[in-house]
């Protein structure tokens, strides 16, 4: 047959993440930053190899290097550039010839034939950006460019050879020390394992090297290439006659049966030695292009990530095993407004960190004061001590420093009330106020109405139904709280239509009631001639805790449930012992509102139905509000008697005067 051109398999790199881990360990040391080259080892292996790969791992900087287990060493040199233009601007023809001349040097001197491991070497070129935690490197195995290799025979497995037995091949590899590259020759009938430094001469011999290649390909790696050039480098009786190679390919610890065989010939040595050497090795990028790669280790070393995954811990261990369909992707991508920055603000914004919530704006327009920070867990004394410090920017300044990963801020603003006139001097700022509020709840999805007034949670309430987002209500007594979820309005799902669930129609989150359906009246001037512990919110301790704990878990369930805020509302009432089977979320039955007692222990879980004329959410005000703007909220704001007369619920007060008393024996 006509003879062939053999074609080599190049080396790729396989770097473990703690190779990244110890280079940043060193480079931070001093003595370590400067750029010169530093000698690291690696390793290959032939053993069930998946491809031809060079691996690196933490252990490539030591002084004393072991591969591990059934693998070989390779020695090799780093060169850690101190900024990213002298990574860039270096010269890698340059270096790849230097480092081939290392090569060159070793098979002179005799280093090679002392030590064939070190026929194969590597070095990296590279740029630790250690304030990013990203590392710019490229790989390069150098080989000479010629001569090309050629075959005279076919390759052929080891099973196929008549003279070679793969226990006799075993035994041989197990025999002798340097493994990586040897001699097999034939004596006294006998097929034995010799150093290249014992080989004679003596012909029909074995060159034989571990192949780290996997089994079914018939090209050899990079190693044969080199292997080949070293012979004909080192033995002049060689040249031009046909040399046999065994590439041991490793199945299992004891199957080397898919070991390859291959007959090259080698050429004369054709250059003078004056003549200077050319080589190649610079491995390609993920791309297959010529260029560097990028490690990002900013999830393992990064300190603001670490403590991200840290904080996710417990919501991976509760997805792995007990809610693996749990979606903390929609969690973390939730944009959550909190009007209000108080004892319902602070306990609704730790918890919302405590379910992955990463994305919470607070408004408020109060200060810290000493009274605060017993009851609303993200203030400190010392933020009282100025009489400065506003709760909305420190409760997200304190969610940042309990999350570094968090994005969080604060709006420092009043919330424009029905009721509450609004003088000519105030009207540009509230205006500004007006376009800021409404901008927030636009860019966010789910709105948290925790102020400590009713009529303060009108405009949120209004521009939530507006907008289509999702709100949170609640609202503490003295031992008493109330947590609901507004009925939706989005119509995405309409064509569900009602549905009957026992004897309960109509409970689909669209027809669900906001805050302010049960009223048949305007919210006012709740403040005004109320004393002192009116004014406060005086209640239990434990209470706000319980309602801001209800109002996230209720805005998780919702979000884990297939129509989101249009979820059927589980519909309890105690008196008349009526329950009603409607579907779950995968977290459990999703309520209207829930209705707690301190004084008793107790839960009870109503559903209301959306009032047609309510001001808050009714048709009537949504489109006023849709045609006018901020001038139908003037109007709102300068008296509470203009929702009433919009919505048509002022016509209430006209019957209280006709309303007839009867006694007991009259029915």
């Known amino acids: 047959m006509s003879e062939e051109i053999l074609q080599f398999l190049p080396f790729k790199s396989f770097v473990n993440s703690s190779f990244w881990h110890k280079l940043a360990e060193l480079k931070i040391d001093v003595l370590k930053l400067s750029d010169t080259p530093e000698t690291v080892h690696g390793f290959y292996s032939s053993f069930q190899a998946k491809s031809h790969l060079l691996e690196v791992d933490y252990s490539a900087f030591n002084s004393e290097f072991t591969p591990p287990k059934n693998c070989f060493p390779v020695q090799g040199t780093i060169y850690n550039k101190n900024t ?14 230097l480092e081939g001349q290392k090569f060159i ?15 194969f070497r590597f070095f990296i070129l590279s740029f630790a950006d250690l304030k990013c935690h990203k590392y710019y490197y490229w790989f390069g195995f ?45 004596t006294e009938g006998h097929w034995i394992g ?35 050039y070293f012979l004909m480098k080192t033995y002049p009786a060689l040249h031009s006659k046909s040399v046999k190679f065994l590439g041991l390919r490793f199945s299992s610890t004891s199957d080397i049966s898919s070991s390859l065989i291959w007959n090259l010939v080698l050429p004369g040595d054709s250059k003078s030695p004056e003549e200077e050497i050319k080589f190649v090795g610079w491995e390609t990028n993920q791309n297959c292009k010529m260029g560097p790669r990028i490690a990002s280790m900013a999830d393992s070393m990064d300190p603001a990530k670490l403590a ?53 704006t607070l408004v408020d327009s109060g200060k810290v004061s000493f009274s605060n920070p017993v009851r609303q867990s993200l203030y400190k004394h ?20 309990i999350n570094p990963s968090a994005v969080t801020k604060g709006y420092v603003m009043q919330i424009p009330m029905p009721g509450h006139a609004v003088g000519d001097s105030m009207r540009e700022t509230i205006t500004k106020d007006l376009e800021t509020i409404e901008e927030l709840v636009k860019n966010h999805d789910v709105i948290f109405l925790l102020t400590d007034s009713r009529e303060s949670r009108w405009l949120p309430t209004m521009l939530g139904a507006f907008y289509k987002k999702i709100v949170i209500n609640a609202a503490l007594g003295f031992d008493s709280y109330l947590v609901m979820r507004h009925g939706s309005s989005r119509k995405e799902n309409e064509a569900s239509g009602e549905t009957d669930y026992g004897d309960l ?22 403040m005004k001639d109320r004393t002192l512990d009116q004014q406060c919110t005086v209640t239990r301790p434990g209470v706000s ?96 008697k203009y929702l009433e007369d919009l919505t048509g619920i002022s016509q209430y007060e006209d019957l209280e005067n006709d309303i007839i008393e009867c006694s007991d024996s009259d029915f």
Request: aromatic residues 10%.
């Open 545 to 640: 805790n319980i309602a801001s704990s209800y109002a996230v878990e209720l805005l998780v369930a919702l979000l884990q449930h297939p129509l989101r805020e249009n979820a059927p509302a589980y519909f309890q009432l105690t008196e008349k012992k009526v329950k009603t089977s409607v579907p779950e979320g995968i977290l459990g039955i999703i309520p209207h509102s829930i209705r707690g007692m301190l004084c008793n222990y107790e839960n009870i879980l109503p559903a209301a139905m959306k009032f047609n004329q309510c001001v808050a959410c009714s048709e009537k005000v949504l489109a006023e509000f849709g045609q006018t703007h901020f001038e139908f909220l003037f109007k709102a704001f300068e008296s509470s």
């Open 308 to 360: 991200e995954n840290s904080v996710n811990l417990n919501l991976k261990l509760m997805k792995w095993r007990l809610l693996p369909d749990l979606n903390l992707d929609v969690i973390a991508q939730q944009k959550c407004l909190l009007f209000g920055a108080g004892t319902l603000g602070c306990g609704v914004a730790r918890n919302l960190l405590s379910w992955g919530f990463k994305n919470i």
């Open 105 to 119: 040097e070793d098979l002179k001197n005799g280093k090679v034939l002392k030590d064939p491991w070190l026929l």
């Open 142 to 186: 150098p080989c000479p460019m010629s001569p090309t290799f050629t075959k005279n025979t076919n390759t052929i497995s080891l099973k196929e050879c008549e003279e070679l037995s793969e226990d006799s091949v075993l035994e041989a590899f197990n025999g002798i020390p340097e493994k990586s590259f040897f001699v097999l020759t034939k």
């Open 194 to 228: 010799k150093a290249l430094a014992d080989y004679n001469g003596e012909p029909d011999v074995y060159f034989c090297f571990c192949d780290p290649v996997e089994v079914g390909l018939e090209q050899p790696s990079w190693l044969l290439r080199l292997y080949a």
């Open 84 to 97: 990213i233009e002298e990574f860039k601007n270096c010269n890698k023809v340059d270096l790849v010839n």
């Open 382 to 401: 010392e933020d009282a001590l100025s009489g400065k410090q506003m709760k909305a920017t420190t409760a997200a300044d304190r969610l940042k420093e």
């Open 505 to 526: 129609k109509c409970v689909n989150g669209q027809n669900l009631a906001c805050y302010f359906c049960n009223d048949v009246t305007a919210p006012g001037d709740s």
